[in-house]
């Protein structure tokens, strides 16, 4: 099949460097004659596609000319907007696919490119769209042998860092960078004052982000998931809605707030009276359940986090824990923080790492002419093309996520640079 005009779209949370991916795809299309196609806010507008009610250019979509393009790689932000909606949600398993009901969101949206004479798909998001991406080229497979097929090439984009298949992701470092800032400027500020910030970042998953921003911004202390092991994790049984019941790992609070109070101890006897604390906010899946009644879920099933707080939480409760143990009072502020890094000005590794990237799906597409891939850079920044199937449970569709290795090199750094009594 010959691409004579190729769509761009971007779903999920914002990154930085997004503009650099989309320009220097759209950018390698155009020079060698292909019409590209800005889908504006991800799956929003595809996912409910009537064809009796044509999309609009301007409205639901634009083309990307050349003009639009000047000065556009190194701008913030994201060009063609992003969402979270998700045509794969009753999708779990392959067999799904040949339900009429459950993959008519993926139909609505294939009719919906193609009706745009969309020849190819470049999608760009996190896992979930990753997920996605897969989900509609399974889809596509199992069309008539004399329909459309579509190639869908994935980019994968994530501040979070914790993508299979990929050493780091486009906007990773410019949002450390962002959030360290940050640290080191709450680090002057608890210094002034002899206070702690208890400080939650990014990163439902894996740790990577907070880990990150803590080693470059100088905190005293970071935690997240893969750090829920030993005398920091515990289980608990929980009954769930059809009456059976489960055993869920949970964090043993007591002992993570008690390390949290060692390392201001041991700082104290330093004669350093302040600091700040960096946790992953993914840790608010491993509280116990009684914190996560109510709480609601997203379109790909996640817990709301940002509701939950858990930074001002545990701030509460390392207060009462350092009062007990210290037999002395000292302030502790909980504080959010992540959204403002996510369409942060991209540091120039980024905006290298982001270009590459999206020259990579111009490359799998035209000269490599493949489908189903999500598009690697490592070393001196060479592409590598990694195939759908090595990155997604065959039999679930879920994508496999990217941990920090407990005990590793970078891991262990962050403990190297902790306070010990």
Not at 8 to 35: D, H, K, Q, T
Request: charged share 20%.
């Amino acid at each position: 099949m010959t691409i004579k005009r190729v769509a761009i779209l971007f779903a999920g949370g914002p990154a930085p460097a997004a503009n650099a991916v989309i320009s220097s795809a759209a950018y390698a299309f155009l020079n060698a004659g292909v019409e590209v196609v800005g889908i504006k806010h991800g799956y929003s507008n595809l996912i409910d596609f009537d064809p009796t009610k044509p999309l609009e250019e301007g409205k639901q979509y634009f083309k990307i000319t050349q003009e639009r393009l000047e000065f556009a790689r190194t701008e913030p932000g994201i060009m063609i907007g992003t969402a979270r909606s998700n045509p794969g949600k009753s999708v779990s398993s392959p067999e799904h696919l040949a339900d009429p009901e459950k993959s008519a969101p993926l139909r609505r949206v294939y009719q919906a490119l193609r009706s745009l004479n969309v020849d190819a798909l470049i999608s760009i998001g996190g896992d979930d769209t990753l997920k996605t991406a897969n989900k509609l080229k399974m889809f596509q497979d199992k069309l008539p042998g004399d329909a459309v097929r579509m190639p869908v090439v994935h980019l994968p984009k994530t501040i979070d860092n914790d993508y299979s298949g990929i050493d780091f992701t486009f906007g990773y470092f410019s949002a450390a960078e962002t959030l360290a800032g940050e640290i080191r400027n709450l680090n002057r500020d608890a210094a002034a004052g002899q206070a702690y910030f208890l400080c939650e970042a990014m990163g439902r998953s894996a740790g990577w982000l907070a880990y990150g921003a803590a080693i470059a911004g100088d905190a005293c202390l970071v935690l997240s998931v893969e750090d829920i092991a030993g005398d920091l994790k515990c289980t608990e049984k929980v009954t769930q809605a059809d009456g059976s019941e489960k055993i869920r790992t949970v964090m043993n609070l007591e002992a993570v707030v008690d390390k949290m109070v060692s390392v201001m101890i041991a700082r104290e006897k330093m004669g350093r009276n302040y600091g700040v604390i960096v946790i992953a906010e993914g840790l608010a899946e491993y509280l116990p359940q009684s914190y996560l009644d109510g709480i609601p879920r997203d379109d790909h099933g996640h817990i709301a986090i940002s509701s939950i707080a858990i930074g001002k939480a545990m701030a509460s409760m390392l207060s009462t824990a350092y009062h007990k143990k210290a037999g002395k009072n000292r302030k502790i502020n909980g504080i959010q923080m992540g959204y403002e890094s996510r369409c942060c000005v991209p540091t120039a590794f980024d905006v290298m790492l982001g270009s590459q990237i999206g020259v990579g799906g111009y490359r799998a597409l035209m000269e490599q002419k493949l489908n189903g891939v999500m598009i690697s850079v490592g070393g001196q920044f060479n592409i590598s093309f990694v195939p759908f199937e090595t990155l997604v449970d065959p039999k679930t569709l879920v994508t496999k996520v990217r941990f920090i290795e407990p005990g590793c090199d970078f891991h262990q750094l962050a403990r190297y640079l902790e306070s010990k009594s």
